[in-house]
């Protein structure tokens, strides 16, 4: 069954201490890894895809990679507006087009 | 910048009644999907829509629950009879291609009582 695990479940962060959040996966042929931002009672903001081990992203104090069982979203220097629940999906050769998220990693960084 | 807009934001209705969850998808977007989030729960698949059929559904989408796309902006999930544990956050959201990040809505929040 393709399933996806993140930890930790909650992180708390002093700004500008740096961390990384782990998303690891098993599924039947990896199509695509998704990371999403999601602010509470808000629908979640698209932020990375990656397709291949090795691959790497990177979007202001975030960066994206991905290995043949995981993935890590990195936050350098966060500061307090990177507060969010962020979550990891997958997309799995199998199941078509339909992400398989994981419960997510509520980050709190405070000033 | 493009966005999936939701129609209504929140919605209170009582169990057996039927509800239309309504979506206006990015215009130039061929995916469409539903997804659900119960409360302190993962983001759970419904169902997708690509070139105006059914292309996926999971287990959860069963006959209780349909979708439209009744014209060309349009996309609309319909659950017959809803019961007090469809109570839940539903998200729709579109993507221009299979393999590309999808722009999700900013949910509905339906709550049966």
């Known amino acids: 069954e393709d399933q996806v695990t993140q930890s930790p479940e909650a992180l708390r962060l002093q700004e500008g201490e740096s961390s990384s959040l782990n998303c690891s996966y098993t599924v039947s042929g990896l199509r695509g890894l998704f990371w999403y931002r999601q602010d509470p009672g808000k629908g979640p903001e698209f932020l990375f895809t990656?397709?291949?081990a090795g691959e790497e992203k990177e979007k202001e104090r975030l960066k994206a990679t991905l290995t043949k069982k995981e993935s890590f979203l990195h936050i350098t220097a966060p500061k307090p507006e990177d507060s969010a629940t962020y979550l990891c999906a997958v997309q799995a050769n199998q199941a078509g087009t339909a992400l398989i998220f994981g419960k997510g990693t509520t980050l709190s960084v405070s000033s | 910048e493009p966005e999936v807009t939701q129609t209504p934001s929140h919605q209170v209705t009582q169990m057996g009644q039927e509800v239309i969850l309504r979506c206006v998808p990015i215009s130039n977007h061929l995916y469409f999907y539903w997804y659900r989030q119960i409360l302190g729960q993962k983001v759970e698949f419904l169902v997708s829509f690509y070139n105006n059929e059914i292309s996926e559904k999971s287990e959860i989408f069963d006959d209780q629950f349909s979708v439209e796309r009744p014209d060309g902006s349009n996309f609309t999930l319909k659950i017959r009879s809803t019961k007090l544990e469809d109570s839940a956050m539903y998200f729709c959201?579109?993507?221009?291609?299979?393999?590309?990040?999808?722009?999700f809505g900013s949910g509905t929040r339906l709550t049966v009582v």
């Open positions: 990656l397709y291949s």
């Open positions: 959201a579109s993507s221009e291609g299979s393999r590309y990040g999808y722009t």
